[in-house]
């Protein structure tokens, strides 16, 4: 990945998590942890990444009360970033999302561990002070040979494009070969419980099935809240000429209206799917007439 791409990514990131990302010299960025800003970890992305894992420098913790051990919160972010990284895919986004939900239950054990310690000390108001509870968080395991349910990598088997960014909004679209209206619809379903997929503000989708024959035609779309978005989408495809295959884009809306321009994003999002995957040659081979 060049340096304008890792940029790229930063900026994704930012349109997603306002404010959560700081350049601090080529390579190295400081990263607070949503919902929880009072927590940051400085990241050095080597000049590889993403074949090469990037590495957490240290942990700036300015809650004292909340989160005590700032050794221990360095170990769980290493931790959660080399279960979760591949080699070739980028990590930021995943690396965010997760570490969100492991702060938000240290926060309420601690929040529960101070409400069990002021109501035995209301009780025993003349005992001796207690010693502060060890800070006990539920291990998520992560295995990637049988992973769980929120572990499970939906956008598998689907060509991605490159964000597309304007204004704040950003436009990723996936493109995945299908047979059916029913194969379509499932992988749409699935896909849809990504966790930053689900997220997204539209999940603009079409798709244009024919069998070998020729003889059944299926066509659709959804705008998904877009207006006129998904009939446009569907218009690309055919003058295209793609068939046998479902695209869906989705946009995270920035808090800027883009007008005509966010139509002008998601076709060339979803072009790009379409061209990096190479799904211009599925067409099926048309019967041979006498």
Not at 230 to 239: A, D, F, I, N, P
Request: aromatic share 8%; proline share 5%.
């Amino acid at each position: 990945m060049t340096v304008e791409e890792l940029h790229d990514e930063v900026e994704a990131i930012e349109s997603i998590y306002p404010d959560t990302i700081k350049a601090e010299a080529p390579q190295i960025y400081t990263i607070k942890i949503p919902n929880h800003s009072e927590v940051s970890f400085q990241l050095t992305f080597p000049v590889s990444y993403p074949d090469a894992q990037p590495e957490v420098l240290q942990v700036l913790n300015s809650s004292k009360s909340t989160f005590t051990d700032e050794s221990y919160l360095e170990k769980k972010i290493s931790s959660v970033l080399n279960d979760i990284f591949t080699s070739g895919q980028v990590v930021m986004f995943e690396l965010l999302t997760e570490l969100q939900e492991v702060f938000d239950q240290i926060a309420e054990t601690r929040a529960a561990q101070q409400l069990e310690r002021e109501s035995k000390s209301n009780s025993k108001s003349h005992s001796p002070p207690l010693p502060p509870l060890p800070l006990v968080v539920e291990q998520k395991k992560y295995d990637k040979a049988a992973p769980q349910s929120a572990d499970i990598d939906h956008t598998a088997g689907w060509q991605q494009s490159e964000p597309i960014i304007d204004r704040h909004s950003t436009f990723i679209a996936y493109v995945r070969q299908v047979h059916s209206v029913k194969e379509a619809q499932m992988y749409l379903d699935n896909l849809v419980l990504d966790r930053r997929i689900s997220k997204a503000t539209h999940n603009i989708s079409s798709w244009r099935i024919k069998d070998k024959d020729g003889l059944a035609v299926y066509q659709d779309c959804d705008d998904d809240g877009e207006m006129a978005a998904g009939s446009r989408l569907l218009h690309l495809l055919q003058m295209m000429d793609v068939w046998n295959v479902i695209v869906v884009v989705s946009r995270w809306f920035g808090g800027i209206h883009l007008g005509p321009d966010r139509f002008k994003h998601i076709n060339s999002a979803a072009r790009d799917a379409l061209t990096k995957g190479c799904f211009s040659g599925l067409a099926p081979t048309k019967s041979k007439k006498k």
